[in-house]
């Protein structure tokens, strides 16, 4: 695999992105699944528009990030945005973002169960 | 998906395949997926951590990019780093559709030092981590399995055995010179084989599922 640089050394182009903010909505996870409610709006930024393009289904954050070529943080302060105006959902991972939230045995039986049937 | 890949006739594949599911080349997950999932895979330079990923994953590895620009440098621990240095971190990743609800993505993360100080705000919640050994660069394991010790995350140690590799040291050997403890499985694999990359997993969930089984019945 070619790696596709992200970071072209033009932190500008993603100060452009965000508006110039730099600090990101941590609720979203990596692996968040993200769904859109709605369909893009006249005047939408052409990021937030190809966000609900790709979120017809659910989403990872991580791979919103890929297919935008946007840092992970640049791409949870757009959701942020359509989160607030209620333009996506979020499913939020069960294991919380605290280390004390261990998975039980229910859960990993079912990951086992699925990885036995690959 | 860009065009950018080293293998025209996997990158033919991917097209056709994915051609029917949606019109931006992407495999969609189902509309019921609600859980995701993180496995991380850690391991030094060349040691097939895309490797493993590629070989388990239901869609061509993707990479992405973590950037830390000032609004994050009193997070770094290397102390040296002056205001308003930009680090970038890149991983790889792929995808495991377990059932209707459940989606496992695997993340192949770089060993080296400046990662690590990302773990807590990319890989919290990771259900645990696979540390990939290359025999012949074993120093580069030590850090990785100290600094998940460091962190708590349960993992199990997979050797990638290279073909091109003379010594074939045993896994009695290996696991002395890491300073591996026994209740850490420690498993041969070829990365580059969906069997044995799925058993790598199988062996790491089983590993998690011991574990809370112990702790659960602790408590």
């Known amino acids: 695999m070619t790696r596709r640089p992200v970071d072209t050394g033009a932190p500008d182009r993603l100060y452009t992105v965000t508006g110039g903010r730099s600090r990101a909505d941590d609720s979203f996870d990596l692996v968040t699944l993200v769904v859109a409610e709605c369909g893009p709006t006249a005047g939408m930024q052409s990021e937030h528009v190809r966000i609900l393009d790709l979120c017809r289904h659910p989403t990872a954050v991580v791979e919103l990030a890929a297919e935008l070529a946007l840092p ?24 919380g973002q605290t280390a004390a939230s261990h998975p039980d045995t229910a859960l990993l039986q079912e990951v086992l169960h699925g990885l036995r049937n690959l | 998906m860009d065009s950018a890949t080293s293998d025209p006739t996997a990158s033919a594949a991917t097209h056709t395949a994915a051609e029917a599911l949606a019109p931006s080349g992407r495999t969609p997950l189902t509309d019921a997926a609600e859980t995701g999932l993180k496995i991380v895979v850690v391991g030094g330079f060349g ?30 621990e290397t102390g040296s780093v002056t205001a308003k240095t930009t680090t970038t971190v890149a991983f790889d990743f792929g995808r495991i559709s377990l059932n209707e609800r459940m989606v496992l993505y695997l993340f192949g993360a770089p060993g080296q030092e400046r990662f690590w100080f990302l773990w807590d705000r990319l890989f919290s919640g990771t259900l645990g981590a696979v540390v990939l050994v290359d025999t012949r660069r ?12 460091h962190h708590r995350t349960p993992f199990v140690v997979a050797v990638n055995r290279f073909d091109d590799d003379t010594a074939r040291h045993s896994l009695d050997e290996i696991r ?34 011991k574990l809370a089984l112990a702790q659960e019945s602790a408590s």
């Not at chain 1, 640049?74 to 979020?90: E, Y």
């Not at chain 2, 895309?50 to 990019?65: H, K």
């Not at chain 2, 074993?138 to 010790?149: C, G, K, N, Q």
Request: charged share 25%; aromatic share 4%.
């Open chain 1, 72 to 95: 992970i943080t640049v791409v949870r302060i757009l959701l942020g945005d359509l989160l607030a105006t209620g333009s996506i959902t979020a499913r939020h991972p069960r294991l």
């Open chain 2, 47 to 76: 040691v097939g951590k895309t490797t493993l990923v590629r070989s388990v994953s239901e869609i061509r590895p993707l990479n992405t990019e973590e950037v830390m620009t000032q609004a994050g440098v009193g997070v770094d």
């Open chain 2, 138 to 149: 074993m120093d580069d394991s030590w850090y990785a399995i100290d600094r998940l010790e």
């Open chain 2, 176 to 209: 002395l010179a890491l300073a591996l403890p026994d209740q850490v499985p420690l498993v041969d694999c070829d990365a580059r084989v969906r069997t044995s990359g799925k058993n790598v997993l199988v062996t790491l969930v089983d590993h998690l599922y």
